[in-house]
Each structure stands twice: as C-alpha cells, then as structure tokens.
C-alpha cells in the first residue's frame, strides 16, 4: 500500500540521498516542507516545497508508471494550500516536463537542456503579461530593459540605469520580487524607485513572479559548473518568451562583474539566446569607485565589517540614508549573525 | 562495376538520389521512440533547402517529433505524412490543421497494396538497418541496435526509386544473413547510431497487475476456448496492449490444460508470444515487427521464428501483387480500440475529444481476415466512454468484428449468433452491446459532441484503397 | 457559508479531481479537465449546483478534474468547503 | 445469512478504485476510511464514501460495507452520522475489545436512523476483532444482542502487534486467536470473516492459507487484493463434490420421511436430523454463487 507522510530529518536519510542522486539531485536547500512517498516503510519518492516553489521531485523508476507522481503532487499541493498558497511553481528538466504537463502544469518559458519553467493553480503567465503591457501602454519606443535585485541599489545600478536611460527613449527597471535577498522587497524597490527619480524616462516595476533571480533557481538539479549558464538561460527563456513581448522591449542591459566567472556565464547565455529571439543585449563594463568595482555584494561585505566611510563611497544618497535608519538596523544585524 | 555504394553523409546520399520539393519518402518505423533515422534525414532534407516533402512512413512516434519533426513541419519541409500509426503529437497537429496537405493513415496491408499497386510512388526509401554491409544487404536481428524483423521497409524498398540503407554496424561484405539484399539498394551511408536502444520497446504493456485488464483477459481467453476454434493447427494473433498479452497469458494456460497444438502466432510479437513457441504450444512465430527485446533475440536464434515483409503479412491480393497473405489464414486475433459502437465499428485513429492520436496498424487487416476478432477493451477510460453510440471516426468496419470484450461482460456481434450461443451454453456473461453502452452513459453522463471544423484535415483508407472515412480540423 | 481561507480537496489521480476555493467577493470558477472538451459544461454545472446546495456564493473555485464522476466532484468540493470553514 | 466469501478493501479516499468495485467479484466491498486514509484525509474520504454509496445504490447486488474508525478515535461519530444516511448494507467496527464498544457504536447508528426516518437496525454491524483483549471478550461479542451483528472479523495484522508476536507467512502466531473467533460465531450463529493474507504477490501462500482457513471453519475472508477475490472465493465456495453430496443427503432423508424410516443411511454412514440443515445451506449457497443455476 503506497500512502504519502513527512520525511523527517531528510539531510540524515541515506534512501532519500540515494533516491535524489539517481536523478542527479541533491537535497534541495532551505526547504518549507516535503512530502515521502512511501510502500511500506520504504521510500519511493520524494517531493519538497519551498515557497510557491516544488522542488527536487523525485519517484524510484521501480514505481513509475503507476500514476504515483499524481500522489506525490497532490501531497505537495495539499501542502502548500494549508500554507495560504494556491499557485505553484516546478523548475525542472525539460525530460520531466511532460510529466508535470499531464498533471496540470502549464509551460512558462523552456530553457532547454538545462531547465523547463512551469506553473500550476490560480494566476498565470498570461495575466502577468497581460499586468505589464498595461504598465507599458503608451512608453516611447524603442523600449529598453534592466532586471535587477538591487540587495541594495548602489551607485553601479545606478551607472546601468543611467546608461540605459541616455542611450534610449524609454526604459523599464524590473526589481526581482522574490523575497529570499538580505533586504525585503519592498525596501529594494523603494530604494531604486528613490535612486532614480530624477531620471524622467526610467519606469520601476515589481518582477513579479515570473522574474526568477539566481537566489530562487534551484541549484541543487545541476552541476555547478553549468549553473550560472542555467540560470541565464532560464532568465533568457522567461524573458523572450514573457517580458519583452508584454513591455515591447528589444533591448536588454546586463553589467559585468569582471572577477565573477559566473556572472561572465550568466551574461553569456543572455547574449547567446535573446539576440535570436529579436532581442539585443547590451553589455555594460560595470563603473568603479578607487579602483574598486561597485557591487552590491561588495556592500553588503563592507556593512558586515562596519566599514560605513566605505559604504558610503559605493551607494547613492537615498540608499545610504535608508542604511543608517533604524529601518535597516535588523537587516545589517542579521547578516552579521549569519556570517 | 560498382565498387560501393557509400556515401560520406546522409546529405550526400539524398543529394545522389536527385530528392527535390513535392517528392515522398519512406521510412520503417520499427526504431518506434528511439529511432534516430527519420529525424536525421528529415533534418538534413531540411538543411539541404529541399520543401513539402510527403513522409510516408509505417509509424511515427513523439520521440521522432522530439527530434525535430515538430519544427520541420513548421518550417513547411514536412507538409503531409501517410502512415499507419502515430501518435499525439503529430496527430495533435495533423487535427489542427498545421499540416498544409491532407494526411493519409493506411491499414499495415493498405500501405503495402498502396506501394505494390503504385497507388503513391515513392521517391526515395530511407532503410534504418542496425546491420548492413556496404553494398547494401542488411538485417534487423543483428547490431547494438538491432529490433527483430524489419518488414516494413521489405516493400518500399523494392518499389521506391531509390533506396538508401542507413546502419550504424557496417560489417564486411557479404553480410551472411540478409533481409533485404543489395539488388534493392542504392546507396548506404553508415551513422554513429540509427536509435536508441532503450526507446525502442516503449508503448508495450508490463505484464499489467490491472485488476480491470485482467478480468478482461479472463473473459477474452474464456471466449476463445469456447468459440470453437480452439483445436489443434489453431493461429492466434495479439497486440501489445497490457490486456492483449494477458489474454495470451491465460490462453496458453488454457492450452496446456486442454493440451491443444496450435500452428502459429502471427503479426507484431512480443515475448509473450516467444514463451508460447518456447513452450511447444506453437510451431511457428510469422514475424512482421518485433515489439521487444525478446522478440528480436528469438527472431535471430530461432529458426521456428520466421521474418515476414509487410505484403505477406497483411497485403490483399490485387492486379500487380499478392496471391495471398498470413491473416487470411488466422484463426483469432486480439485487438484493442479507442471506441467501439453499437455496429461494432471499431476507432482507432481519432479519440474521444476529436484528436488524431493513433492508426489502424494491422487492425483492419486481421479483423476482416481472421475467423474471429475480438477487441478488448474497457467500458470506459476514466470518464470518456469507450462503448458508444457511434464512433468519433470509423477505422475498421463493425462487419469485421466479432466480438467484444468488456470488464461488465462479453458482447457478440448479432451477425454472429453461433458464437453467442457457444458462449452462453458455456456459461460466459454474454449481454447486447446495447447494455454495455447504457451501462457506460449512466456512469459517464451523456457527453457533449465534439466539435469539427470544415477543414480536412486527413483521411482514413481502408485495405483496397478506399476512404472509410474523412477527418475535420478540431474546434478548440 | 462564506470561504475563510484557501483550501483544497481531492488529488490529480485518474478519475479524480482536485477542487482548491479561495476567499473571493464574487464567485470565480475555472474548470480545468482531462475530459473538458465532452464533459466540460457538465462539470461546471455541477460545481455551480454544489456550491449553490452549499450556500456558497462568493469564492474562487479551481476545478483540476481527471475524468472524475459528478459524484466524486460533489464530495472533493463538499469537502475543500467544509475545510475552508476550519479555524487553523 | 449472507455468503461473504471474500471482503475487499477498498480505499475510501480512491475514487478511481471505488468505481471499479462492483466488477472485482468479491461478494462484500469494504469501503475503508480507517487504515487506508491518513487522518488529514478521514473528512474528504467519508463524504466520498458517502456520495459513492448514494450513486451505486440499488444498481449492483453486491454487498457494500464501510469500515469506520475505532471508538477510541475523534472520527467514528463523524463516519457515521455523514455515511449512515447513505445506507451502507453494514459497518465494519474496528479494534472492538468489548460489547460496550459495539453498543456505542449501535446507538448512535439507531439515532441517525431516527432523525433520518430510516428503518431501524437495517444496517448490520461486523466488529473486527484484532486486539488480545477482542478476542479473549470473542464470545462475549458475538453474543451483543443489538440486531445488528451479522458476522465477526479476524484481523490479523493489528493482534500481532497486541500479542506481541511475530508475523510469518504460515501464521501459526495467530492461530488461537483464528479457531475462538470461529468458535464463537459459531455459536452465535455468526458469519466468521477472517483476516487478510498480507502479501500481494504470494498467491500460493495465499491460496494455502485459505485453505486452512476454510478448514477450520471459515466461510470466507478479507482480501487487499483484487487478484486474490478469485482464488479465495474458489476455495470458499462447495466444490461440485460437496454440491453432489448435500442433494444425496436430502434425497435419502426425504426418502426415508417417506417410507417412515426413523433413520437412513447414505454411504454407508448415518443421515442424521443435524445435516440436513447443513446440506441445505451449502445448496443455497451454490445456487447463490451460481445465479440460481445447479
């Protein structure tokens, strides 16, 4: 009798390391909750929800077949319902994606052979889609596009942005919602938002949750190696595919991270897949401050070891105002703990 | 003389064969999901320029779309296919109307009367052959991917203008043991693999642990020992669905209690069928296509198991071809549908919602050849009734059925009133496929109609030629 | 009866169906079926007659149907309803 | 009494399986809400044993039972007030250790039947017994007097675990336990239902352990296994042997009525005024079984 209950302790449980490394996985990470699917004592499957998002979803080929991964997302659907959730979201190989599609799931965006991008339940793309051509009714044309996390907005988003904005008639900025950053959302945005206010021809929207930054895509079903191309080519897919058709963009800007392999892989699988699909991508050396470039990694290192005379070289007024208000105090503290 | 027929690429061998826009060619299909071939070539006509290519092939399968089909239709190389069996992808297609051209589905004898009769002339036949030498002789047993017989490239390459081997095991010539020999054969081109192995069994049936599936074997093997044709010299053919090779399962247990002696087992073979010839209870296997691993293992090694072409399988005799052919002398044979009506016609090319999803293969060829044809079947699958009032689209007439055989009960065609009577005196549950089909609609509901566009999208062809029936765009 | 908060009943298993309300001011159903193109009107209908026995009138109804009879989505939907009632 | 060669369980929360029920040949269905449905899933799976009920009613002749949960749980009162409605032709009790247990359970079913107008004591009650305490009370038990009792369960699987024993395929472990339950619907003129065979796939452990079971005097079990319903219901059901048998017994003794014969012998043996209601029963039974056809 096959039936579904919690796997304890799942870093501790060889079946399940096995169970995951058949499918080339790894235990995903930072997981809210996950479903076993069990005959007997025996684990056969495996399912983690973390967020709107299923993950590491896995059914011993010994029981495939047998309409069990209709069991294991069920059990995984109840789990987030009982969350307050009722929309879903599964990365997965594009081997897999068939199966996920007979269940329900809907393709967002394919970034094979990497990844396949799907939805399920309440919300979708097509409204998303359709929220951002209202955004973008009217903007002068061309349109250009920025994606960014801004963890915070430094004076390096600042020199993109600003790039962009001379370079072209109208401008979109996509902060990542995604709220799995140092700082919240809503601080992000607010701080971009302030960062760029005098610049008439930017207009700052909320990615929504469509745009998958590096933090959300799921590290654990690839090598590392080939991750940063994953992602990039996820990126890519979900923005040919959604964003620039909704916001008429033709134009995308990334910046360099001249010390970051993966950035250089991210960026190149951008530049690879978008320009075929009608979208040229603009690469920006990223600008420096005495030598040093501005990143907002480099920030968030420099507020770990209090280094404020530093900080204050690298970010604009509005976000520098924000770091020593009391309103970032527990953000700064609790990077300093997780260090 | 002719030193070789090798060719460098599979470029260079359509570039010799003179392959121009509007031409047809042919593939077998027995690679199934794993084939390597059709997409290789389709993509190489494809880079060569070459448009509106009609692909007649004996099946096409959604991994061969995977491969690249899909955008190849798109890009208008591909604009119609004829074949005897494909599966939802390019059905889903075909029903949509993104085929330029209206597609054709053949019976397995209908295909081969079409290519000996002429009736569609093909091009250039494409061969995959896991063995070949480089003259061209080659065989399907032998090879890292070998698949058993290959009887569906055994016509076309005979009749096509050009024929092209394609293998990945080329051995020196001669070839010792050969299917198709070199007399056929243009041009050879050797690859570094024509499929993948572990594709090649898929779509056939586990022994099912369905309990559904095998109360229909049950009843289906039940049927057979009291139809009386179940004596010694009896020749039995079954499909490759989960409740066929169970109906084979309990008939050979059948067999051994009432110690009968049958001829031979015909058709597409699985290893349920080489158990049986294993086991003494059949002489002979007649072997058009092999279904698995097995099939293909005992087709190489043992002699009783004997390879057949597509003509001699299932091809009705006509003006340029056939005498005869192995159906006409089948006792049973164990078919599947997708629905079945109160006149017993059978669907197997259009389901429920009005997608192309399957093809007749050899339903039609063994239906109206064999002494007996039973389908079996569920009543329903999840909601969508299987028994209904009038079938989606006709693919074998109800006048070659038999018998069918539901979960609820045994339902003989009124044309057969021996065999009804038989089954009753043997205490079999015999109802009128009148009840079957109320007893599926107060489980289901009435369903609503399905809707159809005016467009033609494809037409059904029965084993003489003829159109049996006529497929519309779908209505989404 | 009013819809307190998202619930969900039934699983994406053949012949089943898994019906998810949410809180809503008007009542939303979308129906997402194996068997929509023969059965979809009929599935609707019996979710409206259920939701209307139940006294629901304002809520979001996901409908995910695998071919379920009228009887099975009557109890997912009774059901997913009854839970959306439950504090916790 | 009825003939319940074989009880299948199905899971209650399955609708793909409960549909398929009336075609798996087991004489009763037991519709499970108890071991076969997680305790997040009781409240769905009741309501869908419930509509399950209301849609098959009348249409198929077989037996339908629904196992609720225990009384020691929060969900045997909910089963039955949601089900009861619905007419199930039984509920099958679990772990019951006393005829308290029993007459909870019969209480509540007769005040759900009131407020429903239906008719009382119509729906019969099967305790199983799987617990050290249950079959030790086995007499007690099968001697409730509510109305309702129509047969009494083994359940092998939950005594092991109270006996502290261990499982094995031959099951002497639980071998006192299978004769008294035996014995004490014997005596009460009750159905003995006896316990699964735990592992699908052995059908020959399976076909022995009917067998015996049968031997020792059952006239039928539960099965998890809709491969299993044939064989046992095979093994339970008189053979042609048996059949010939009983038509001889009631043929000589309606012969010796007639001739005034105080006693008749057949086979050399003694017909006496116990077998033939004996041979009545098995007559009945295999006209049941056969569809009225000898």
Redesign the interface.
Known sequence: ?I???KIFRPDRNPRLQELLTRFDLTLPENTDDNVGLYDGDQLVGCGFLKGNMFQGIAIDPAYQ?E?LS??L??AL??LA?QR???YYQIITKPSMATMFMN??FRRVADASPYAVFLEN??GSVAAYAKSLQEFAQGAPEPRACLVMNCNPFTLGHRYLVEKAAAENPWVFLLVVEEDRSEFPFADRIRLVREGVRDLPNVQVLSGGDYVISSRTFPAYFTRQESLSAAQGAMDAAVFAAVVAPALGVARRYVGTEPFSASTALYNEALTERLPPRGIEVVVVERTSANGEIISASKVRQCLREGDWDQVKKLVPESTWAYLRSGAAEHVIENMKHKE | MKETKLCHSIEDAIRACGLRDGMTVDFNHHLRDGDYVIPMVMNAIGKLGIKDIKVFSAGIFNGMMNRGLTDLIHQGVITSTEVTGNSSILGGMISRGELPKVCRFHTHGGRARTIVEEDLHIDVCFVAAPTADCMGNCNGVEGPNAFGSIGYSMSSSRYADKTVVITDNLVPYPLQRTSIDESVVDYVVQVDAIGDPNGIATGIAKPTKDPLALIIAEYASKTIEFSGLLKDGFSYQAGAGGPSIATTRYLSEIMKRKKVHGSFILGGVTGTSVDLLEEGLFDTIMDVQCFDRKAAASLRDDPRHREISDACYAMRGGPNGNRSCAVDSLDVVVLGALEIDLDFNCNLVVNSSGLITGGAGGHTDTAEGSKMSMIVAPLRRTRYPTVVKKCTSITTPGKDVDVLITEYGISVNPKNQELALRLKDAGLKVVSIEELQALAESMTGIPDEVRFGDRLVAEVIGRNGEVIDRVYNILE | MTIKHAAVAGTLESCDVMITVEPSDTLEITVDSTVKDLFGKKILACVEENLKKQGVTAAKVQVQDKGAFDCTIAARLEAAVLRAQKEG | MRIRRTLLWIPGNNPAMMANAPILRADTIGLDNEDAVQPGDKDAARILIRNYLESVRGKHPLELAVRINDVTTPYWKDDITCIAPAQPDAFIVPKVERPEDLYLVHELLTQVEKEHGLPENEIKLLPILETALGIENAFLIASTTTGRLDGIMMGGEDLVTSLGALRTREGREIDYARCRIVSAARACNLNPIDTVFPDVEDIEGMIADTKYSRQIGYSGRAVISPRHVTYANEVYSPSEKDILYAQEVLEAYEEGRRLGKGAVSLHGKMIDAPMIPRAQQVLEIAKMIRGGKL
């Open positions: 009798m039936h579904t209950e077949g309409g209709a069991t997302i069920s659907i109840q319902v307050g959730m009722t269940l329900g339940g309440a």
